[in-house]
């Protein structure tokens, strides 16, 4: 019965910034990896970054590489996602996800857990 929740979403202007967060609750999968994906209207959901267990190894989608930087507090049962230089093209309603395990994993279909989603909408 783990629960997903996502914040930090809204609209921002072309280079600026925004700080998502996904904060579990129920069971704690402090074992488990997590990620970001994100969908824009008429578009699959696509991978955007994902962080291990212990936060050691994080992968990004090459559109974002640089730009986004995901973190976890294992603690707080929270992931973050810092978006800088937004550009239009980020535009997507974001997705936190929980795998089914400890190594990162760019496919959807490892994810077990899924947020509501937090829209991100960068105007230009």
């Known amino acids: 019965q783990v629960q997903l929740v996502e914040s930090g979403g809204g609209l921002v202007q072309a280079g600026g910034s925004l700080r998502l967060s996904c904060a579990a609750s129920?069971?704690?999968?402090?074992?488990?990896?997590r990620a970001w994906f994100r969908q824009a209207p008429g578009k699959e959901r696509q991978f955007v970054a994902a962080?291990?267990?212990?936060?050691?190894?994080?992968n990004y989608a090459d559109s974002v590489k640089g730009r986004f930087t995901i973190s976890r507090d294992n603690a707080k049962n929270t992931v973050y996602l810092q978006m800088n230089s937004l550009k239009p093209e980020d535009t997507a309603v974001y997705y936190c996800?929980?795998?089914?395990?400890?190594?990162?994993?760019?496919?959807?279909?490892?994810?077990?857990?899924w947020g509501q989603g937090t829209q991100v909408t960068v105007s230009s």
């Open positions: 996800a929980e795998a089914r395990s400890g190594v990162v994993v760019r496919t959807a279909d490892e994810y077990r857990y």
């Open positions: 129920g069971r704690t999968f402090s074992t488990t990896a």
């Open positions: 962080i291990s267990w212990n936060g050691r190894i994080t």
